[in-house]
């Protein structure tokens, strides 16, 4: 069987006969070398399939070379095309990429933290788990200990955080008054956790739209979604529709949610958009395959991403003086089949 042994720096000095530091600068074509010697080293380098530990090289430096990323799940498309932008704009810059996902935990968050940080990351980029309400001590540790901290999309309640996020108000205010210009009239929401801020903006531009319209806001129209899953999406319809059959339109905080609902609707018999009109947060690949297509709010995943490494980036550069507010993405309704609630 072969030896699975990583060759070393002095594995390739015992078979050659020289010091561990001759054949640590022949490799590095240290001047003070004879080209002789660099021959040599190299040929059994190269039998030997040696290859350098660069994380190491690079921590005597002083630097990793390394970001890391806490993400709640890599499910769906938003986070892995999240995901796509920062390992672009991290590449280019010569950096690589640590991710972890934190599974919706708390205590698996702070695992991330204390992994990411034992791993001497230059920086960290996390969006919050859904668990993780007021409890931010492991990220303020990161601050403390000097390592530049940037959020996206959710973000923890911090003084001086540094972020990129999407304007969720806008998003949903922007959808909701779309279904009230199509004649809707009694608009439902599921709503996503609270203490989230991408949740918690959604329900406020929901209201703010229905205020702005003369529309009332009524609480038992207001759905606080268990769990951001289709079956959970399929209970919430089914209890909203038990309430008030009157219902014409929901606004739905996640995708997910939204195509159990509609599931369940087309099994009650309920057409959409004829008889109740749908609109959602986000631009997932699958709900432009539903039927009806459905109109969405897109969150701009990728640029979301890039944004946050650039910012990222900049922390590094500058130094822990630097503390911008957070960076607002612009969001873009996308109309489909499932809110044209005239036709």
């Known amino acids: 069987m072969a030896n699975s042994k990583r060759t070393s720096i002095a594995d390739l000095a015992r ?7 001759t054949v640590s600068r022949a490799l590095a074509d240290h001047e003070g070398i004879s080209e002789a010697t660099k021959d040599r080293v190299r040929k059994l380098a190269q039998e030997l399939h040696y290859r350098p530990n660069q994380l190491a090289a690079a921590l005597r430096k002083g630097h990793s070379k390394t970001l890391g990323v806490i993400v709640p799940h890599i499910r769906g498309y938003f986070f892995p095309a999240v995901m796509n932008g920062i390992e672009k ?93 199509q004649g ?24 703010e739209a229905l205020r702005a319209h003369g529309l009332p806001l009524k609480e038992e129209w207001v759905y606080d979604l268990p769990a951001l899953t289709h079956d959970a999406g399929r209970l919430a319809i089914e209890h909203l529709l038990a309430i008030d059959n009157s219902i014409d339109a929901f606004f739905a905080a996640y995708a997910i949610p939204t195509v159990g609902a509609l599931e369940l609707l087309q099994e009650r018999g309920v057409r959409v958009p004829q008889d109740l009109a749908v609109a959602c947060f986000s631009n997932e690949p699958f709900t432009n ?55």
């Open 15 to 21: 078979e050659l006969g020289i010091s561990p530091s």
């Open 89 to 181: 704009i991290a590449s280019r810059a010569g950096f690589n990429v640590m991710m972890c996902q934190s599974n919706e935990e708390l205590r698996r968050e702070q695992q991330n933290v204390d992994t990411l940080l034992a791993a001497q990351v230059e920086g960290i980029l996390v969006s919050l788990s859904a668990t993780t309400h007021d409890e931010v001590q492991h990220f303020e540790q990161v601050r403390q200990q000097g390592t530049p901290l940037v959020f996206f999309d959710r973000m923890a309640d911090l003084p001086g955080t540094s972020a990129v996020v999407l304007d969720d108000f806008q998003g949903a205010y922007r959808a909701v008054t779309h279904l009230i210009e």
């Open 289 to 343: 395959m539903t039927q009806p297509r459905l109109t969405v709010v897109d969150q701009r995943a990728e640029q979301m991403g890039e944004t946050a490494v650039q910012l990222l980036l900049q922390l590094l550069k500058r130094g822990p003086s630097y503390s911008p507010p957070p960076l607002v993405l612009k969001p873009e309704l996308i109309v489909r089949a499932s809110s044209l609630h005239k036709v």
């Open 184 to 207: 809707c009239t009694r608009i439902a929401h599921l709503a996503g956790p609270q203490h989230l801020n991408t949740s918690r903006n959604r329900y406020l531009g929901y209201a």
